[in-house]
């Protein structure tokens, strides 16, 4: 198989505000080790993609940072979107690059900041979905199972009856992908116990998500036609005028929800999508009040808070279950419980015009 990795590198990460800014998001800091998080997504495929088939996919200044950060990357491979028009605009323009080197070819589109804990299963995992991949016209998700009802994921509804195996690894049909529940449709989907979380990631054979594409997507598929034609000429302009005109819009929502002939794997390979501050109380070692910490502190009379502050000595007194996080020219205090707010300031920086703190 000819496996191309294909790196989703262009997001803001807001809800990891103030430390994420726009010039250097969540996916170019080491949040989650003393790696960044997409050296860690590098790193971790190398063992089965050699660095001549991993892509990155982002705007032209955190390209830039990519090719810092990693530098044994060809640079032909560091893809530039002319705008972010969310995911089905970007992996339209990876698939295409790489289908005009090879239609067969296997691409699997990873985000850059998800957490894996289990490294040698989830390459295990992604071998067979590239299988899977490779031998039909099916296109390949991997569903999380869900531990409590989150209602920041969206779901995915398969069928668990007659999986198809692939290097003995199950793979499910899909029946439908859910958008982000409220609480109580949440607990039902657990109780079901046929309803994953959404992973956001995705493995196709370029020329079936070409097929799929003009099925199931057909007003998509007229930009796919488009790109496909300004790559052949190298005319980077028109690439960039069809960012000016296409939806930005999901690959979730542009073509899965609509395909016919999903699968899904099971992704029980310690997944984290790092959404939010309080995940990493999860992931950073914690104390045995379990305050998870960075930073020299003291800490007195209090439990279950999460604490980054590399720069100066913090005391917390008294206090439970909140977040603070200090930065050389903001500090951030919430309630672990509402840290989803946290992309809500950055919208009331923006429309406050103070482009500073952004």
């Not at 250097?24 to 590098?42: A, G, Y």
């Not at 088939?53 to 990519?66: D, G, L, M, R």
């Not at 295409?96 to 998800?114: G, S, T």
């Not at 299963?121 to 991949?133: I, R, S, V, W």
Request: aromatic content about 10%.
């Amino acid at each position: 198989m000819d496996i191309r990795a294909v790196i989703m590198a262009g997001g803001a990460g807001t809800r990891f505000w103030p430390l994420s800014r726009k010039k250097k998001p969540k996916q170019f800091l080491p949040i989650v080790s003393e790696k960044t998080m997409i050296e860690e997504t590098v790193h971790r495929l190398l063992a089965k993609v050699p660095s001549n088939n991993i892509y990155t996919i982002a705007n032209f200044e955190q390209t830039q940072v990519i090719r810092n950060l990693l530098p044994d990357l060809p640079e032909v491979n560091l893809l530039v979107e002319p705008q972010g028009r969310n995911t089905a605009p970007s992996l339209m323009l990876a698939t295409a690059w790489i289908y005009l080197q090879n239609p067969k070819a296997v691409l699997a589109a990873l985000p850059a900041d998800h957490l894996i804990k289990d490294a040698p299963f989830f390459l295990k995992k992604l071998e067979a979905g590239a299988t899977a991949a490779a031998k039909g016209e099916n296109l390949i998700t991997f569903g999380i199972p869900p531990s409590y009802p989150e209602t920041g994921y969206g779901y995915i509804r398969f069928s668990p009856e007659k999986p198809l195996q692939f290097q003995d690894e199950p793979f499910f049909l899909v029946q439908e992908f859910k958008e982000k529940p409220e609480y109580e449709q949440a607990k039902n989907f657990l109780e079901q116990g046929n309803y994953f979380w959404n992973s956001g990631m995705f493995l196709w054979r370029a020329d079936i998500f070409v097929q799929k594409l003009e099925k199931h997507a057909p007003s998509m598929f007229i930009y796919w036609q488009k790109i496909l034609d300004a790559l052949r000429n190298k005319d980077e302009a028109r690439i960039a005028s069809i960012f000016d005109e296409i939806p930005s819009i999901s690959i979730d929502c542009a073509l899965m929800e609509k395909a016919e002939g999903v699968l899904m794997g099971k992704g029980t390979f310690g997944w984290s999508d790092v959404g939010a501050w309080s995940s990493l109380a999860d992931i950073w070692p914690r104390d045995k009040e379990r305050n998870a910490l960075r930073g020299e502190s003291i800490i007195l009379d209090s439990q279950n808070c999460l604490l980054y502050n590399p720069h100066k000595l913090t005391a917390l007194i008294g206090v439970k279950d909140i977040i603070v996080v200090d930065t050389e020219d903001a500090l951030l205090i919430t309630k672990k419980n509402m840290d989803q707010k946290v992309k809500d300031v950055v919208e009331e920086i923006r429309q406050k015009g103070k482009a500073e703190y952004l």
